[in-house]
């Protein structure tokens, strides 16, 4: 399944030590097979960070960037080290019927922005007779104008930007979204094929700000709460995975922290979610089609 992606990359200081996997990471990575040695190969990380879990895409190419593969990825964050796994092919230059998906486990420095470790491979080509291994070498990467990953997925849709005019330039609104731990208040199984959205201010208005997320997609980007409705109608898409609603702190107003209230209409049936949301969390909502 196509997976959407809103990146808007002004790439912040992830200062909470929690989210320090979240963000863009480019290097490369290295064989110990003799025949791959001499090779020079170019590999990224686009990671979104849940709690200690981790979502996100892979990239490896040659130097040149002609031969490339771009990989659903899956992983967990450990105190001082995150792993990686690559489930799934979603773009390869050439396409070929089955590729090398990898799993890597890297280590942070003392400053978290570089992280290394080896990489092994996780499936057997018919033609192999031993699985590829090696070591890896990343760096976090503050300039997204310099990531083929970034401008594989625009290209192929899986992102949005701006100003489609210039499309080699990411606009300057965040990997936000995967810099803070996302708390889901309720899950609800819908049975009408879309909800409405309602967002309000709880209580007392104090200049409360939020951007709306959907999955990774932005919704609504820095809008006021108040005691007037925000309403938006969404449709639910038909598998399991569900849409996950996330309200994204801008600020904590006049009185920390960011709260509000979310109202979903499914049909004849009402939800109420009353959120908080602060500069290391951001409340989230599960949508699902029953």
Not at 39 to 66: A, C, K
Not at 150 to 164: M, Y
Not at 223 to 244: C, N, R, V, Y
Request: charged share 25%; glycine share 6%; hydrophobic share 40%.
């Amino acid at each position: 399944m196509k997976r959407f992606l809103f990146i808007c990359l002004l790439f912040v200081s992830f200062a909470a030590s929690a989210q320090k996997a979240a963000g863009l990471w480019r290097g490369r990575f290295t064989s110990v097979s003799i025949l791959q040695q001499e090779v020079s190969y170019t590999y990224e990380l686009l990671l979104f960070q849940n709690g200690d879990s981790l979502t996100g895409y892979s990239y490896s190419s040659l130097s040149t960037g002609e031969f490339y593969a771009v990989c659903d990825i899956k992983g967990k964050l450990y105190d001082d080290y995150f792993v990686v796994t690559e489930k799934k092919t979603l773009y390869q230059n050439p396409p070929e019927p089955t590729g090398v998906m990898q799993s890597h486990i890297l280590f942070f420095t003392a400053d978290n922005r570089e992280a290394t470790g080896e990489w092994k491979q996780t499936n057997k080509r018919p033609t192999q007779m031993f699985l590829e291994q090696g070591k890896t070498f990343l760096k976090k990467e503050e300039d997204p104008s310099k990531s083929g990953l970034l401008k594989i997925l625009e290209k192929k849709n899986a992102i949005q930007i701006n100003d489609p005019v210039k499309p080699s330039v990411v606009n300057q609104d965040s990997i936000k979204l995967a810099s803070r731990q996302k708390e889901i208040l309720l899950t609800i199984d819908a049975t009408a094929d879309s909800v409405v959205l309602e967002l309000y201010d709880d209580g007392l208005m104090d200049g409360d700000s939020v951007s709306v997320f959907m999955n990774n997609n932005l919704l609504f980007k820095h809008i006021l709460l108040s005691d007037k409705a925000i309403k938006q109608t969404i449709h639910l898409p038909a598998t399991k995975e569900g849409m996950l609603i996330t309200m994204f702190a801008e600020n904590e107003g006049s009185i920390p922290p960011n709260t509000g209230l979310l109202i979903i209409r499914d049909g004849e049936k009402r939800y109420e979610v009353r959120f908080s949301s602060d500069k290391k969390k951001s409340a989230a909502v599960m949508l699902r089609k029953n």
